[in-house]
């Protein structure tokens, strides 16, 4: 690892490992989730996920580079952590709030990590790249946004919930 383009590329396929893993745990995450807006927030960022490995190919191939991942370790143990919560024994909307916690720490993983991408391939004079990885940073916030509404919506739920049991007695 000599020149920024190194770091560029080793980047880019730690991205490129952790896209395709998300792609293989979404739709688990779809499934495992009980309330509906949160099942259809995995099943659109499953698409959009796809997009992202295609973008990231495409920017493999702008810089001479043939598409190869390198294991994100990261993404790799958010994803083993996001699979023990969804084993869990408990309340359904709780259990709701902590796959959204699991992935939102996914998101601000990649936000991380193609921030750092970008910020070089802007350094580096590689405007094309850059403007290729922000159409993927915009989809990762928005999933990320979407998510912190839901979780709005999921705490109202509980608070319902507790209500009814305290009117009940
Ligand atoms: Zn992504
Ligand atoms: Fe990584
Ligand atoms: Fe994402």
Known sequence: MESLKDLLIDEMKDLYSAEKQLVRALPKMEKAAKNQNLKAAFASHLEETRTH??????????????PKAKTCKAMQGLIEEGG?????????????????????????YEISAYGTVRAIARQLDRKDVADLITGTLEEEAGADKKLTQIARELYGAVGN???KSASQG
């Not at 920017?59 to 580079?65: D, K, R, Y």
């Not at 023990?84 to 601000?108: F, N, P, S, Y």
């Open 53 to 66: 490995v295609e973008r990231l190919e495409r920017a493999f191939e702008m810089l001479g580079q043939k």
């Open 84 to 108: 023990e919560t969804m084993k869990e024994d408990g309340d359904r909307t709780i259990l709701d709030l902590a796959i959204v916690g699991a992935a939102q720490r996914v998101e601000h």
């Open 161 to 163: 919930s507790r209500a």
